[in-house]
Each structure stands twice: as C-alpha cells, then as structure tokens.
C-alpha cells in the first residue's frame, strides 16, 4: 500500500494519494495538480479516481483537473444521486487490496463523507480515517457553513459518536490543519492523530451533546465572503480551462492602468515601499494564508493584475488566487524599477523634447503672426489715409475748407 499526505500550507489543506497495484485514488486535491503528477510518476501510478468528501468552501478543488489531466473518474459527494458520478455513503472503493468506505458525516456540510480506509493485505478493519472536514486534529470543523449553526453542530455531534466508535488505535488524517479558516482556535498544527488520543485529548469530544453545541456556536468567526461561489465552483462535472497567463509589457500594461484594472503587488513589503504602481493593493506571496486574505480583500468579480519580482512568484500569486475563485486575471506584470527608472527618464526627455520643438513653433508662429499683423495695421492705415484725403477733395469742392492729419 502506497500512502502519502500532501500539504497546502497557504490554506491548511491536506490532501492524500492511496495506491496499491500500480493505481493509486487522490482524495481532497488542492488546485495545483503538479504535485499529484510528479507523485504518481515517480512512484509509477497510475491515477483512476479522484474523491472530494464533500463541497470545499475555503479553496476551490483540483479534483476535475486532475481528471482531466489523467483520464481519471472525478467523483463528489453527492447523497441525492444526482450526478452519475457521485458518491453515496456506503460505496466501497477498491484499489488492489485497498479498500476505501465512504461513511455518512454531515454536520460542516450535509454532503459531508468521510473514508475509512482498510489494507486487505494486513486485516479487514480500518487503518485510518480520512475524516475530510469533520473531526480535526484537536478542534472540530466549523457547522455554519452550509446549516444553520446550532443545526450543523447538532449533525456534527452525532456523525463524532460514529467516527470515534471505530476504534481508538485507528489514524485520523483530516482534510485541514492549523491554518484553516474551516477549524478553530484549537485547530493544532499537527497534521493527522488517532481516534483515541482525539477522543481523550479534544476538549470538545470531552462535552456532552447540550455543552458540545452551545461551545461549538459561541464565537463563531466571520462567514468567509466567498464561499458560495467557491462551493458552486466546486459541484462542476466539467472543468472549465483557464487561459495562460502571459507577462504584461508597459504597452500592454498601460491600458489596463486606465480601466482601472485591480493591481495586486506580491512583492514583500520593503520592495513595495521602494516603489510601487500608484492604487496598488499588497499583498506578499510569502505571507501566510495568502489566498484567504485576498479573498477577504478583494472581489472575485474584479479584473486583476499580478506584480512581482519575478515569474515565479508571479505565477505562486496567480495559482493561490485561482484557487479561491478569483478567475478574472489579465496578467502579470515583473516589477523592475531600474526599467521603470529608466522608462521614466526617457518619457521625460521626449517630453522636455517635445515641449521645445513646441515651444519653437509657438514662437516661430507667433513671429509671424506678428509680422501679419504689422502688415494689415498698415494697409489699415493707408486705406483710413486714403479715405480722408478723398473727403478733404470732396469738401474743398464744396467750398469747405479741411485738413488730412499726418
């Protein structure tokens, strides 16, 4: 039996490869597929099917890329029967001498699955449970999600006295970890436990059903802004490809600037300080839990520019967005200043340049607009001139005397 977890430290996410006989099953897989690809290759797998427990609310799932990337069968929780592909709580999963029961557990959603996995090669109980957002290591998932809380927390505590009924030397393996906004406070950095160390050690599993829920509701934090959409995102049955995201020159660049595109700056903060594209948001890549601060922070509606140092951490920022729902992104641009000094120089000497070629035709017009108008005061006068000199001939031949001023 193949086993391995796969961490997304950005959001406190844990997936899990499971193989056996050359194929291998991903549960819960985080948006950027690479790391499954490079498993499966160099472990010589090949992956058939690819679970989600339940509708993530926190991140959007890799599940359909990942099929459609392997040919694998992408299959979701789905109680209703529904979707051709779904799974129902009873379906047993076989992969060589793995096998994998999905386990009813509503409560964080009503979709919710858990797997408990058993190696036929070694006994016929289950070695682990693959508790998705259920029973976390020391905490409890979060029931307000998609119930109305007291009524998730209520569902949550009767699905905990079926998990925790399996048996105390059976792994838990929960689909988050410190970081989570799907957790609490006590949501412990370790990344996988027992059912008896949880059932003995995780105040909340201590509470009986009336102390477990009112603790449970008590300080719930903030619904995170985005989870509907990330939800939706999540109960596709085709994957919708995302277009190549290719660097933006200053010409490039320029017209989005104008249309008041949403620049978000992945540089570290000093970085930014030094300089910066004026209403730009920043936001390090390398902060913790960046993809649920933007989400918090921006809108998924928004068209958004990518700046940073270089394409690498340009393209970290690209995929941890995507994988909160924002797919409205026109590109990214390398923040270089020395280029942008340079640019600037040069803007300001064809500037100065054309300022003076302008300022020599203004003069040079002006010169002869001047000249111009010499000429017509002149005409003007020798014709006011000519004018008199003819009403003095009239008036003499009048018999009246006048005279033409000089």
Not at 85 to 92: R, S, Y
Request: proline letters at 5%; a negative charge.
């Amino acid at each position: 039996m193949f086993f391995r977890q796969v961490l997304y430290r950005d959001l406190g996410c844990a997936s899990y490869v499971l193989g056996d006989h050359g194929e291998a099953v991903v549960v819960d897989p985080r948006w950027d597929i690479d790391v499954y690809l490079e498993l499966a290759a160099d472990e010589g797998l090949t992956i058939v099917q690819v679970l989600d427990t339940h509708d993530h609310a926190d991140h959007v799932s890799g599940r359909l890329r990942l099929a459609a990337a392997t040919g694998a069968r992408a299959r979701r929780a789905d109680p209703t029967g529904e979707d051709p592909d779904g799974i129902a709580a009873g379906e047993e999963i076989a992969v060589g001498d793995l096998r994998i029961l999905a386990v009813a557990s509503p409560g964080h959603r009503p979709e919710h699955l858990a797997f408990a996995v058993c190696d036929l090669a070694r006994g016929h109980e289950p070695w682990m449970l693959l508790t998705g957002d259920s029973l976390l290591v020391g905490d409890i998932a979060r029931p307000d999600l998609a119930y109305e809380a007291t009524e998730g927390a209520q569902a949550l505590h009767a699905t905990l006295r079926q998990l925790t009924g399996v048996g105390d030397q059976v792994e838990v393996w929960p689909a988050h970890v410190g970081g989570s906004l799907c957790g609490g406070d006590n949501l412990s950095g370790k990344t996988n436990s027992t059912v008896g160390f949880e059932r003995r050690h995780n105040p909340l599993l201590l509470l009986g059903e009336t102390e477990f829920v009112g603790e449970l509701t008590e300080s719930l934090p903030s619904r995170p802004p985005n989870i509907e959409q990330i939800v939706a995102l999540n109960r596709r049955r085709e994957a919708d490809p995302l277009p190549a995201l290719d660097a933006l020159d200053p010409d490039a660049l320029r017209p989005l600037l104008a249309a008041g595109v949403t620049v978000l700056d992945a540089r570290a903060p000093e970085e930014f300080d030094r300089g910066h594209l004026r209403n730009a948001i920043n936001l390090p890549v390398a902060s913790p839990g960046v993809g649920t601060r933007a989400g918090w922070a921006l809108s998924p509606d928004e068209q958004i520019v990518v700046v940073a140092a270089e394409p690498r951490g340009a393209q970290r920022m690209i995929s941890a967005l995507q994988a909160v729902g924002f797919w409205h992104l026109a590109g990214f641009a390398l923040a270089d200043l020395e280029a942008a000094r340079q640019r600037a120089v040069q803007r300001l000497e064809v500037l100065q340049a054309d300022y003076a070629a302008a300022r020599t035709r203004a003069e040079a017009a002006a010169s002869q607009r001047l000249v111009e108008l010499k000429a017509e005061i002149e005409k003007t006068r020798r014709e006011l001139h000519d004018t008199l000199l003819r009403l003095v001939e009239a008036a003499e031949n009048l018999g009246l005397s006048a005279a033409v001023p000089a």
